[in-house]
């Protein structure tokens, strides 16, 4: 018997079996449209949000990005300037480990006229969007200044994505207080299972979920369909 156990779609509980950390990326290869099963794991003996050498790896890994992409993160910000207007970096507030408030940097991509407020609480923030910030969107470039704060210790390369203060996913996470402990990530498991298409409760679960079973196996799945996500063109993670 599969040890990833169904939640009912009533909400009314939760049945759980603990597993292998493994099985998950089993589970999920064979079955990318996970989300849809509303399944959540929870054993006493997970990891709960990370794993040793998790921090180690971020610092790494982003301090030589940081280096090897200093060229081309410049270039970005200046064209960004040059041809958008205002500011090359938008700066807004994210809700991060623990539920601590930290200040999240992207590439603005939209024009001088638009209001300093992100693209999810702006209405109409369509109409702003610069073919320039379009592009850096689809190919996900707008998020590498998040890098500087995955090195810094606010974010991880792996983990849920930063929420705002205000999105129905954070009070759904409150269901699901393991979500809480990871640190947010430039991508994660519900980003790479449902992306856009995930209910905000059904992305708390994913987001505990993934805290329940990280490892490095784990973030290198997610790192995998990432990469298949953004080279295939199919949009933002």
């Avoid at 290869?29 to 959540?40: D, H, K, L, W």
Wanted: net charge positive; with cysteine.
């Amino acid at each position: 018997m599969n040890s990833l156990t169904q939640i009912t779609h009533s909400d009314a509980r939760v049945e759980v079996a603990p597993p292998a950390a493994g099985e998950l990326v089993d589970y999920l290869r064979a079955r990318p449209r996970a989300e849809r099963s509303e399944r959540i794991l929870k054993s006493p003996a997970a990891p709960l949000g990370l794993y040793p050498a998790k921090r180690v790896i971020d610092v790494c890994v982003a301090g030589a990005a940081l280096v090897a992409l200093a060229p081309l993160m410049i270039g970005i910000w200046l064209v960004v300037v040059l041809f958008n207007g205002g500011p090359g970096l938008f700066w807004s507030e994210r809700i991060g480990r623990h539920g601590r408030s930290f200040w999240m940097p992207k590439y603005r991509t939209m024009d001088a006229s638009a209001p300093l407020s992100p693209r999810e609480t702006l209405q109409g923030a369509g109409s702003h969007i610069t073919p320039l910030g379009a592009f850096l969107r689809r190919s996900s470039l707008d998020e590498l200044p998040q890098l500087f704060c995955v090195f810094f210790g606010q974010m991880s390369l792996i983990g849920p994505r930063p929420l705002l203060p205000d999105d129905p996913a954070i009070f759904e996470r409150h269901s699901f207080p393991h979500a809480m402990l990871a640190r947010p990530g430039l991508s994660g498991l519900a980003q790479v299972v449902g992306r856009n298409e995930v209910t905000p409760r059904r992305k708390a679960r994913l987001d505990a979920l993934y805290a329940r079973t990280v490892s490095p196996r784990v973030d290198l799945f997610i790192f995998w369909r990432t990469a298949m996500i953004v080279l295939s063109g199919r949009g933002q993670i």
